[in-house]
């Protein structure tokens, strides 16, 4: 697993144990607290931007080695640890040529010729937030959104 899908996953636990532990506090609160209130989540997320490549390599043979999603992929990226001169990335000159790679790059954007990546959940699926804000609330509770 990739550094990115790593940080991803550990990001997404951190967030649900935190919704689960609100969710608790709320629910322990007498009658009295919580008359005429519903319950709040306020959620500050951050995604990974637009960024290559992490995937550090000395190799083109080490990138296709990673599976189908890296095909294609050069080591022609920055270096991302001290102990390999570059990382592996899909040379573009545009944004079609980096869509075109399969269902994992949607969003993708070819940016100082090389494609790059974005965890940007409006950018994979748009509108996937405002599902989650009214999956919340038909369970009365109000999910506060600071995406900055």
Partial sequence: MSFTKRLAFVTFVCFALW????????????DDEREGERPRIYLHYDY??????????????QCTALGSGHAGERCIGPAVLP??????????????QCTARG???????CIAERCQHTHDP?????????????????????LIIDAR
């Fill in 83 to 96: 102990s390999a001169p570059h990382s592996c990335a899909f040379a573009c000159t545009t944004d079609a």
């Fill in 122 to 142: 409006e950018v994979i699926a748009p509108g996937a937030i405002e599902e989650v804000v009214d999956s919340f609330a038909r369970q009365g509770i109000d």
């Fill in 48 to 61: 990974m931007g637009y960024s290559s490549g992490q995937d550090a390599c000395s190799t083109d043979n």
């Fill in 19 to 30: 919704a689960i532990s609100t969710l608790n506090r709320a629910q322990s609160q007498s």
């Fill in 103 to 109: 269902r994992g790059h949607v969003g993708d954007r």
